[in-house]
């Protein structure tokens, strides 16, 4: 696997390699889809990018579920919780008080505990959660964090969520 800054690679980069591009098209062929009618159910929500990063997580748990020989790569919301602890300051200039940014690591650290367990019991059972899609989108929450350097999250409701 081609390797890309901090050892991350988004899902996005990781499909865009052409030999990944060419199996996962053999692997998952595009049913022909025309769309002739209205949308009968229309987005339950106006938070894409959450849901689409949470999607995300949920396809590599399901690809690490395919593929039992994988090597795990840090999560971007680990990422996100390293930020927090060794950048406090960074944070503190935006405005977070220091209880904040301690409330989103005790949070962000639950979040992350709790993702890990649930994707243990996937990868043992098969069988997809509502807590696994549930912990999907908590992990989607942090990754802001560390992906656009924002934090967001210590304002939002993510701690009363818990």
Known sequence: MRRIKNNFMSLTSFL?????????????????????????????TK????????????????????NPRHIAQTWVAEEAINCLRDLP????RHGYTSDQINRGLEEGNKII?????????????GKLTNNLIESALHL?????????????FLSSSICQLL
């Open 16 to 44: 865009k390699i052409p030999k990944v591009k060419q199996k996962f098209a053999k692997t998952f062929p595009m049913p022909p889809f025309e769309l002739s009618a209205r949308i009968v159910s229309p987005p339950l």
């Open 47 to 66: 938070h894409y990018t959450l849901v689409g990063t949470a999607f995300d997580y949920l396809m590599r748990f399901y690809l690490m579920r395919l």
């Open 89 to 92: 300051e960074v944070f503190l």
């Open 113 to 125: 505990s709790q993702a890990q367990t649930e994707l243990s019991h996937y990868l043992g059972s």
């Open 140 to 152: 989607a929450q942090l990754d802001p964090i560390y992906r656009a350097k924002m934090a967001s």
